[in-house]
C-alpha cells in the first residue's frame, strides 16, 4: 500500500508514526530513534507529513521539507480532539493523522532560521526584562525594611538608592546592607546596559527586512512590534483574512451565540500573549498622545473611548491595527496612510454597547 499521508509524534529520542493510504486506512505504524527518521522519510514517496507545533517541530519541518513532502504544523489543541483513548505515543500519531486529513483543519507556518534568530532575540529581552523588574523589586524590599521607602519608576529608584547610601545618620543602614546594595545596583545597570544592547540589535534587524520596513509605517508599531510579527507569522499568509490573524493573537471577543442570538463577550485572550501585549502598549501610546495624529482612524478612536472608555478604544485599535498589518503582510503592499472606504470598524451596536457598559470587554 503507497502511504500518501504520514501522522508523527515528536520526541526526544523515540519518533511514533502512522501512515495512512488514499483512502485514510492506517496502514502502518513504526517507532523510530531520532537517527532514524530522516532515513525513514526519505525512502518514502512525496507524501503530506503532519505534526504538532512544539519546540522541535520547526527544525524538524524544515528538514523534512528538503526530502520532497508536504510539511503540516498543527496546534496541540486542535490535535486533542482526535485521540482515541490513552494518552501514549501510538495514539498521539494517530491522532495527528486524522487531524492532518481534515479539509478544514487550520495549520502553523513553518518558520525560517532568520525568525526563529529573530523570536531568540525577543525572548532573551523578556527574561532580561524579567530579571530587571525582579532586582529592582529587592533593592526596594531589602531598602524597605530598614525604614526606606522608594516610589515607583526606575528614576525614583536610582534617585531614592543615591539618597539612602548618602543618608550616614541612618543608623538602620549598616555598612553590609549598603555594600549589598551597591552590588546590586551595579547589576542592575548591568542588566540594563544588555537591554539596551538587545533593542539596538532589533531595530538592525528591522532596518534590514523590507517588512518590518513598511509595517513601521503603520502608526502604533515600532520595532518591537514588526520583527516580533514578522518572526511569529511571516508573510502571514496561512490566515485568509485580518480577522483570523485578530483572532489568532487573541484580540477579537469571545462568543456566546445561539438561536440566532448573537452575545459578544470579552476579547479571548487566545494565541500569543506577547504579540497581543505589543499591539496593545502600541495602541495605548497612541491614545496617550497629546497631539492625536490627524486621521479618520485617531478621530473613530478619540471617539469611542469618549463614549466607552479608554481602555476598549484601546484593544479596538490594537486590532485594527492587526488587520492592517495582516493586509501589508499578506499582499506585500506598503502602508498609504489613508483608509479605504469602510475599512474602518463601524460604531458599534446597541447590543454591543450595553454588554461593553457591563464591563464585558
Known amino acids: ?12 529520542h523515540v ?25 525513514f522519510l526519505n525512502r518514502q514517496k512525496p507524501c503530506v507529513v503532519g505534526m504538532e507545533a512544539c519546540g522541535s517541530a520547526h527544525h524538524w519541518a524544515r528538514q523534512i521539507a528538503k526530502l520532497g513532502h508536504a510539511v503540516r504544523l498543527l496546534s496541540p489543541a486542535l490535535v486533542k480532539p482526535y485521540r482515541k483513548g490513552s494518552k501514549h505515543d501510538r495514539n498521539d500519531a494517530d491522532a495527528v493523522l486524522e487531524a492532518v486529513s481534515r479539509p478544514t483543519m487550520r495549520y502553523v507556518a513553518v518558520k525560517s532560521v532568520a525568525q526563529q534568530d529573530l523570536l ?3 525572548r532573551v529581552r523578556t527574561r532580561l526584562l524579567k530579571q530587571r523588574v525582579a532586582l529592582s523589586n529587592q533593592i526596594r524590599a531589602l531598602l524597605y525594611e530598614r525604614g526606606v521607602a522608594i516610589g515607583k519608576g526606575a528614576k525614583a529608584l536610582h534617585a531614592g538608592v543615591s539618597a539612602a547610601l548618602a543618608d550616614e545618620h541612618n543608623q538602620e543602614l549598616s555598612e553590609m546592607l549598603r555594600a549589598l546594595v551597591v552590588e546590586l545596583l551595579e547589576e542592575l545597570r548591568a542588566l540594563q546596559a544588555r537591554l539596551e544592547d538587545f533593542d539596538r540589535r532589533i531595530c538592525r534587524a528591522a532596518r534590514r527586512d523590507e517588512r518590518c520596513v513598511r509595517l513601521r509605517e503603520v502608526p502604533g508599531v515600532g520595532p518591537l512590534t514588526a520583527t516580533a510579527l514578522v518572526a511569529t507569522v511571516g508573510n ?10 485578530s483572532a489568532y493573537l487573541g484580540l477579537t471577543p469571545r ?41 479618520p482612524r485617531a478621530q473613530w478612536a478619540a471617539r469611542l473611548a469618549a463614549a466607552r472608555g479608554t481602555n476598549l478604544a484601546t484593544v479596538a ?22 483608509t479605504p472606504k469602510g475599512s474602518f470598524p463601524p460604531r458599534p451596536s446597541n447590543r454591543v454597547v450595553e454588554r461593553v457598559r457591563g464591563g464585558k470587554l
Open 1 to 12: 500500500m503507497e502511504i500518501t499521508k504520514i501522522g508523527m509524534d515528536l520526541a526526544e
Open 15 to 39: 519518533f511514533a508514526v502512522s501512515g495512512a493510504d488514499a483512502a485514510g486506512k492506517v496502514v502502518q505504524r513504526r517507532q523510530l530513534r531520532r537517527n532514524q527518521v530522516l532515513g
Open 120 to 122: 531568540a532575540l525577543h
Open 236 to 245: 502571514a499568509r496561512e490566515f485568509k483574512s485580518g480577522r483570523e490573524l
Open 255 to 295: 462568543q456566546h451565540s445561539s438561536g440566532g442570538k448573537t452575545v459578544l463577550l470579552g476579547i479571548s485572550k487566545h494565541g500569543n500573549r506577547y504579540l497581543r501585549t505589543l499591539l496593545i502598549h502600541g495602541a495605548r501610546s497612541l491614545m496617550r498622545r497629546k497631539n492625536p495624529i490627524p486621521h
Open 317 to 338: 485599535l490594537a486590532n485594527h491595527n492587526a488587520r492592517v498589518l495582516w493586509a501589508l503582510l499578506s499582499r506585500g503592499e506598503a502602508y498609504r496612510g489613508g
